[in-house]
């Protein structure tokens, strides 16, 4: 009739929820509204890559930046030239991916 496959004492190391994922990275962006000029506060638990770019809504690309992150919290200045209104951060590590909303004014 086949054979049974049972699994037990498992342990995850990694967040497996958004939220957790977030709160495991320290992400920060502040000011939130802005005039344009803000900063990405976060923290990595080891050396890795931050590529992250600003869209509009309907998805476009405003601009992107592509960095090496130190393992430890690092703090990213950004200065942009937009038009008032919502944007989403798009950021994403070796570790997965996190979108967050800014306000322009």
Sequence with gaps: LGNRFYLDDVNFSVPLGINNYVASTGLTVAPNPSHGNFTIQLTAHEVTELR???????GQVLMSEQTSLKSGATTIPVSCFLN???YLLEMELASGKICSKILIE
């Design 52 to 58: 992250w770019k600003m869209l509009d809504l309907s």
């Design 84 to 86: 008032p209104g919502l």
